[in-house]
């Protein structure tokens, strides 16, 4: 039953379900830890996490490798990276080539590629040869960092010295990697040498990279190749109506919009959550249904007049609308993430770090205002998007600028 739940993204479901099991006095085996462990992982639920590690160890079942695994796993993804690095450093079992990797995946999701480099250098002196999934660690990483060249040399040493035939995973990551360093004529080109067909994974890496360094024309080129290949696919014209928008081409955004809604594709609706005493808080952009939305909004404008004494401009073209600049600015502090932070730092204790998720990539407006938010208030916000780990700590990110 909890597999099942997760499994069809009910993770919180299914973590009712263990506790129940808990209470009818069932005890818990390898498999339903693992289980549950990827539950927690799930929906980032660090408390719950903490809780089913107690229980674990109660079961004596923290010294199995594959607990073990499936531990630093789900710490890793409620953002925890440093309990999973103490986790991984004291594991009674020897390690294996799941448990290095694991750890370089997680590297890679919070943004530390040059770390994710040594543990993979690391576990290869260790005699532990790394397969194809450990290499498309180690290239995330490298994606997420900036570190083009370190990603080229490992994309070689993958396949000269360990001779593994790249997957169209591995080259969606040179293409992420070169796409988020602005080399987007270079991707392009890469793409059109594969030896395989790019599917629409590879393709979309490249209009995310165009979003990224506003590139409208070569965007427009690549969104035929994915349009192509995942013609029902709405988050890729959701993607273009985003660049069109941020680049004010409003009559653009409205003819994708009509082809949207004619071919009946659903967008999926921006949404962000933060865990507060064990209780899970939902918000979605221009709420105000949230019992302490006014406090929140209160605070934001706070934090964004704060901002502009500082000489910090809102991000205006993440608005994504077609208004003046007051609008836009008011549709800015309706963003999601922003309501989840504001909400942390207005519930929990002073000092105490903020832990928020998202469903969608945190826009830059939302980063900055972040970063400006762990300076002022001396926190520490973790804030978690579609595919990445951002650290916000005394005004800077973890990312540097590349997600």
């Known amino acids: 039953m909890i597999s099942g739940y ?19 006095g069932v005890e818990i085996d390898l498999a339903s830890a693992v289980i549950v462990l990827s539950a927690c992982a799930s929906c980032s639920s660090l408390e719950s996490g903490k ?15 594959f607990v073990c695994n499936a531990l630093m796993d789900m710490y890793i993804k409620c953002g925890a990276l440093v309990l999973a690095r103490s986790l991984f450093d004291t594991m009674i079992p020897s390690k294996d080539l799941v448990s290095w990797t694991v750890m370089i995946a997680g590297y890679g999701m919070h943004g530390f590629g040059k770390e994710a480099i040594r543990a993979f250098e690391e576990m290869r002196r260790d005699g532990i040869k790394p397969d194809g999934v450990s290499f498309i660690s180690v290239l ?11 990603g080229w040399r490992f994309f070689n040493i993958m396949q000269k010295e360990c001779k593994i035939e790249p997957s169209l995973e591995h080259y969606a990551c040179m293409v992420d990697l070169l796409s988020r360093s602005g080399k987007l004529q270079m991707a392009y080109e890469f793409i059109k040498g594969m030896p395989i067909k790019p599917d629409a994974t590879i393709w979309g890496a490249l209009l995310c990279g165009c979003r990224i360094h506003h590139d409208v024309k070569l965007a427009e080129r690549v969104a035929e190749h994915v349009f192509e290949l995942e013609p029902e696919n709405a ?14 081409k409003w009559e653009e955004v409205k003819e994708l919009r009509v082809k949207i809604g004619r071919r009946g594709l659903k967008k999926h609706p921006g949404c962000s959550w933060i865990e507060v005493k064990g209780k899970v808080h939902v918000f979605v952009a221009k709420d105000g249904s949230h019992p302490e939305v006014r406090k929140i909004e209160a605070l934001l404008r706070k934090v964004r007049e704060g901002m502009k004494k500082e000489g910090f401009s809102p991000k205006l073209r993440y608005a994504l609308m077609n208004g003046d600049d007051l609008e836009k600015e008011m549709a800015l502090c309706g963003h999601s993430e922003k309501l989840a932070m504001g909400f942390g730092i207005l519930n929990l204790p002073p000092g105490k770090t903020v832990r928020v998720m998202k469903n969608l990539r945190v826009c830059r407006d939302c980063h900055e205002m972040a970063k400006f938010m762990s300076k002022t208030t001396g926190r520490e916000i973790i804030l978690r998007d579609s595919n990445f780990f951002h650290h916000f700590k005394d005004g800077s990110c973890s990312c540097r600028g590349f997600w």
């Open 6 to 24: 997760v499994a069809n993204g009910g993770s919180e479901e299914g973590l009712e379900v263990f506790k129940l099991m808990v209470s009818s």
């Open 51 to 65: 809780s089913v590690h107690n229980y674990i160890t109660g079961q004596g079942l923290e010294s199995n490798l």
């Open 140 to 150: 995330y990483a490298c994606s997420h960092s900036g570190l083009v060249n370190e």
């Open 235 to 248: 988050r890729y014209y959701v993607l273009l109506a985003n660049i069109y928008a941020e680049a004010e």
